[in-house]
């Protein structure tokens, strides 16, 4: 049995310390907007934020968790995530939208840490995340027009 | 104002079956016998004339008293939006509030939800979403229309033709009286449905051609759209499987004690495509398969490795194949010609690679039926097949279309491959609990159903002129419908208008062209990959072009219009694009590792044109910039139009640069994104999309987008450096930059 608090909930999850995040959150919690893309860590679909840093729950074993806080894209509040969700929808940047949940959580992270990024700061922040549909000229536009809501 | 047909509510036709209510979909059994008429789905600008079709509108809208609008989707969305444009369709004619529009997938039922441009067969592929429906949805959303007036005519005892209808209100100027749609619909529903409402003059359209805000942006930017994957259906249980690891392999034995060890595996059963371990979760059930020992049996595998089959087709193509156009002398053309060119344009197996690994869930319901939740692209066929499974008729098979994380053809098979897959599973576990069968990343690559592998080899011959005196071309790959049970229908002579299609019927003036092709039959299943043969006709036709106009001396763009006299749709694309990009200053600026490269391309009736520029450096390509123009007839939604350009842009760009699937004695090499790496964001380049005015009934754009990048790119990097690069992924070793 282990403690998960996920979006500012406990859970208790009665599973393999060895299990990662992403199948916990997924069959164990129900919280499917994370997405299984490829299980190795070079799509990012499956990206949540521990303690406000976006990782890949593929890569996270539950049992390394600790206290940390898990924030899934169900979660998601506050300023810069509405800015961000609300640039996406103006823009209408989905297609399949199957990534957009981990695109999304990376692009909250890079816009936390960096409220105004260069061409360069997206592409570093956003490289890992794999969008199958090519929507990345609209994630670009969308970043930098959370941006400018933020400024 | 329109003119509105007065119909008296109280007629004995009227029934209670309606829009309002929906009307459950009376399912019969159907009897496979498919015909699916892909010569209509590749051509569909010239397809049939689909104006005559009947005004449905139960079956495609229904009212509820709150307003909302629900349009009933018979397609499947894997990204491309066709729920936007359906939706659009019908609430213009309707003169809906688009604030209120909702959309739902269709339940199966070949007999109302069948694609116009497939017979009998619901299903979405050939970009036809848009095409099939044009008129069918916009006769459903006039009759809707028209019995809303008629409803308020009634209660308020006005003529019919006094009544104006805008933004889902319903009103009389006269008598200041007005009524939501949801306060009508009830008493709409009674009436009968006029078999011939009058349809919109396209001057009176207030969402066709403009901007309509995608219906699903919401849902897939906060985690609650569901995707197939998310499907928790009560008790279910996870089944991954183990497959051979070749193509055609069979399992001989297998040892399940370390798997049955494994927490959480509830089950593990052999089916006929291997050996199906059930867990509790998705993570258990992969675990549980590690443990699983397989002996297989390679008796009746594909053996081969991908440079095997290659080089036996350049074999193969040496020797006289199936004529599948020809027209003039092309042997005696390029005799007399004073310049002769020759060129071998060689393709990779691709995978689809859509983000959301295939997988689907289904269960036995109470009354004994079945009910499946997928990311369904071919309802009927997949109908049918889990009804072949389970021993059952299709009537007792409910099938439940979700939200597809991509597709690009995978989802579409003629076998219906995984859905039936599932239902092995669900069979073979006596349908203890509902099963939601899921393929991990590395299933769903290394599981086959590929573009096929593909050899073009193009000769012609140009008088002193520059003019194209024979064209000569061979080509050779595996056919996607020979073996399929389309075959009958589909395959003529031996030959597969989908393998040959974008070459054998080239817009291109040429008087004496003879075009051959070999099908392959290597025992690796292939499969439409978005835009089908296009993804590979185009690029030889098009950089062949290219390499003849440089021979004649003659500017790309001006050669290929003097060869498009005949084609004023893809002449008047690729004018567009050549505008919008400076191609006539830019191009004289070529060279020095920088270039513009133009394509221009038809696919299923509609036109593409791009121009690349790109900077090629050692080894080394990048796409600065695509301006593309496209024709698509009238463009519903301009700007789903124009994600799909981009997006197309976006899926091929990694096809043209890097992807390929190899095979090393038949066992797939690449099995995850490591190896078959997707476009990524650092490598998109600035997209501008241009859509031609038209008022021509319109066409598709989920796959146009996809065939003219490649020769766009392969062209520009020839203007930057003079060297030629034919074959994709394009050979960007040798390359050298400025």
Redesign the interface.
């Known amino acids: 049995m282990l403690n998960l608090t996920v979006n500012g909930v406990r859970h208790t999850v009665d599973?393999?310390p060895e299990?990662?995040l992403l199948?916990a959150l997924?069959?164990?919690l129900?919280?499917?907007?994370?997405?299984?893309?490829?299980?190795?860590a070079?799509?990012g679909?499956c990206t949540v934020h521990l303690d406000g840093q976006p990782v890949r729950s593929c890569q996270t074993r539950i049992g390394d968790v600790g206290e940390a806080k898990i924030t899934?894209?169900?979660g998601i509040s506050g300023r810069v995530a509405e800015a961000v969700?609300g640039a996406?929808?103006k823009l209408?940047?989905?297609?399949?939208?199957?990534?957009?949940?981990g695109q999304?959580m990376s692009a909250i992270g890079l816009l936390t840490d960096n409220p105004k990024p260069s061409e360069a700061d997206?592409?570093g922040a956003?490289?890992g995340?794999?969008?199958?549909?090519?929507?990345?000229?609209?994630?670009?536009a969308a970043i930098h027009e959370a941006a400018r809501t933020l400024a | 104002m329109l003119k509105i047909r007065q119909t008296d509510p109280r007629s004995p036709r009227a029934t209670r079956r309606s829009f309002l209510a929906g009307g459950a979909a009376a399912t019969g059994a159907i009897v496979i016998g498919f015909r699916l008429d892909l010569k209509n789905t590749a051509r569909a600008a010239a397809g049939p004339d689909l104006s005559g079709v009947k005004a449905d509108p139960n079956a495609f809208v229904r009212i509820g008293a709150d307003d909302t609008v629900t349009v009933i989707i018979k397609h499947l969305d894997m990204g491309q939006g066709n729920t936007n444009g359906l939706a659009t369709i019908l609430a213009d004619e309707l003169d809906a509030d688009w604030s209120r529009v909702r959309t739902e997938f269709a339940p199966a039922d070949a007999a109302r939800y069948n694609n116009l441009l497939m017979g009998p067969i619901q299903g979405t592929g050939g970009s036809t979403a848009i095409a099939n429906s044009w008129f069918q949805l916009r006769k459903a959303g006039a009759a809707a229309r028209e019995m809303l007036v008629a409803a308020a005519a009634y209660q308020w005892k006005v003529p019919a033709a006094e009544i104006t209808v805008a933004n889902g209100v319903v009103r009389h100027a006269a008598s200041s009286r007005q009524a939501r749609f949801g306060e009508l619909a009830a008493s709409a529903a009674t009436l009968p449905v006029p078999q011939e409402p009058r349809l919109k003059d396209p001057s009176q359209w207030t969402l066709i051609g403009q901007r309509t805000p995608r219906l699903d942006s919401a849902a897939k930017t906060d985690g609650s759209a569901v995707y197939a994957l998310d499907i928790r259906r009560p008790g279910q249980v996870t089944a991954v499987v183990a497959r051979p690891p070749r193509f055609g392999g069979a399992v001989k034995s297998f040892d399940d004690t370390a798997t049955r060890k494994v927490a959480g595996v509830v089950d593990v059963v052999a089916i006929p495509s291997g050996v199906a371990v059930v867990a509790k979760d998705t993570w258990s059930a992969m675990k549980g398969r590690e443990a699983l020992k397989v002996v297989w049996d390679d008796g009746a595998a594909e053996t081969h490795s991908s440079d095997a089959i290659l080089a036996g087709y350049r074999e193969q193509a040496k020797r006289p194949g199936l004529v599948a156009s020809e027209r003039g002398d092309a042997e005696a053309g390029i005799k007399g010609a004073a310049k002769v060119l020759e060129a071998e344009f060689t393709f990779p197996y691709l995978a689809h690679a859509a983000l959301e690994p295939l997988n689907a869930t289904i269960e036995q319901a109470p009354d004994g039926g079945y009910d499946v939740y997928a990311g369904l692209q071919f309802q009927t066929i997949e109908q049918a097949a889990v009804a072949a499974v389970m021993g059952t008729t299709t009537d007792k098979v409910r099938l439940h279309t979700q939200w597809a994380g991509g597709s690009f053809g995978r989802r579409a098979t003629p076998t219906a491959d995984y859905i039936a897959e599932a239902a092995t599973i669900l069979k073979a576990t006596r349908a203890r609990a509902p099963v939601h069968l899921v393929w991990t990343r590395e299933d769903d690559m290394s599981g086959g159903y590929y573009r096929p592998t593909i050899y073009h080899k193009v000769r012609a011959g140009l008088d002193a002129k520059g003019g194209i005196v024979g064209w000569q071309h061979v080509m050779i790959g595996k056919s996607i419908m020979i073996g399929s049970p389309f075959e009958a229908m589909i395959v003529k002579n031996g030959i597969d208008s989908t393998t040959v299609e974008g070459a054998s019927d080239t817009a291109y003036a040429l008087p004496a062209y003879r075009f051959e092709v070999h099908n392959a039959r290597e025992g690796v299943p292939v499969l439409w990959w978005r835009s089908v043969g296009h993804s590979h006709t185009a690029q030889a036709m098009e950089v062949f072009i290219d390499e003849l106009a440089h021979a004649a001396d003659v500017d790309p763009l001006a050669y290929r219009l003097s060869l498009l006299t005949g084609a004023p749709r893809l002449s008047g694309v690729l004018k567009l694009a050549a505008e919008k990009a400076d191609w006539d200053a830019g191009s004289k600026a070529n060279g020095k590792g920088r270039g513009l490269g133009i394509a221009a391309h038809e696919s299923f009736g509609s036109y593409v044109a791009m121009v690349a520029d790109i900077t090629a450096e050692d080894a080394k390509v990048k796409v600065n910039r695509i301006v593309a123009a496209v024709d698509v007839g009238v463009a519903v939604n301009p700007d789903v139009i124009r994600a799909q350009v981009e997006g197309a842009v976006g899926f091929a760009l990694s096809s043209v640069l890097r992807n390929r699937i190899t095979l090393k004695d038949g066992v797939v090499q690449e099995k995850n994104f490591d190896t078959y790496e997707p476009t990524r964001m650092s490598e998109m380049p600035v997209v501008e999309v241009h859509i031609m005015p038209s008022s021509a009934a319109p066409t598709g754009i989920g796959e146009p987008g996809v065939p003219v990048l490649a020769p766009s790119i392969s062209n520009a990097i020839f203007a930057a450096t003079g060297q030629r690069l034919r074959s994709l992924p394009l050979d960007l070793a040798g390359l050298k930059g400025v």
């Open positions: 599973a393999d299990m990662p199948w997924r069959d164990h129900d919280k499917t907007g994370t997405k299984y893309g490829c299980g190795i070079q799509c679909a899934t894209i169900e969700q996406w929808r209408d940047v989905v297609q399949c939208g199957y990534c957009q949940s999304i997206i592409d956003m490289d995340n794999i969008c199958r549909c090519g929507t990345y000229q609209r994630i670009r």
